[in-house]
């Protein structure tokens, strides 16, 4: 019921910016939350960063909190993780999700983009 599309992935060197969006269609996108999720090769998938609909809300890991920075807009039910300071450790593929309840796994993901941060 909800598609995500994600755009703005690439390979970039440490210390670069990229800003990802993923925008959503479907199933009223607008009142879901929606986040980030990342997966380097040989790890576990992770949440990097959610944000529900009204947008005062949000969550960040540990590893990202202050370098990354998420927001919406719900006119265009759109999602976008701007990444500044980017590190050899951030390289994985950035997935987007949208959870159609406020808790529990998310119910909806993209393809994936993939992020490549290089030393």
């Known amino acids: 019921q909800v598609q995500l599309v994600e755009s703005g992935g690439g390979l970039v060197q440490a210390g670069d910016s990229l800003r990802l969006s993923c925008a959503a269609s479907?199933?009223?996108?607008?009142?879901?939350?929606m986040g980030w999720f990342r997966q380097a090769p040989g790890k576990e998938r992770d949440k990097v960063a959610s944000?529900?609909?009204?947008?005062?809300?949000?969550y960040y890991a540990d590893s990202v909190k202050g370098r990354f920075t998420i927001s919406r807009d719900n006119a265009k039910n759109t999602v976008y993780l701007q990444m500044n300071n980017l590190k050899p450790e951030d390289t994985a593929v950035y997935y987007c999700?949208?959870?159609?309840?406020?808790?529990?796994?998310?119910?909806?993901w993209g393809q994936g983009t993939q992020v490549t941060v290089s030393s």
């Open positions: 479907g199933r009223t996108p607008s009142r879901y939350t």
């Open positions: 999700a949208v959870w159609t309840r406020n808790w529990g796994d998310p119910d909806y």
């Open positions: 944000i529900r609909w009204g947008g005062g809300s949000t």
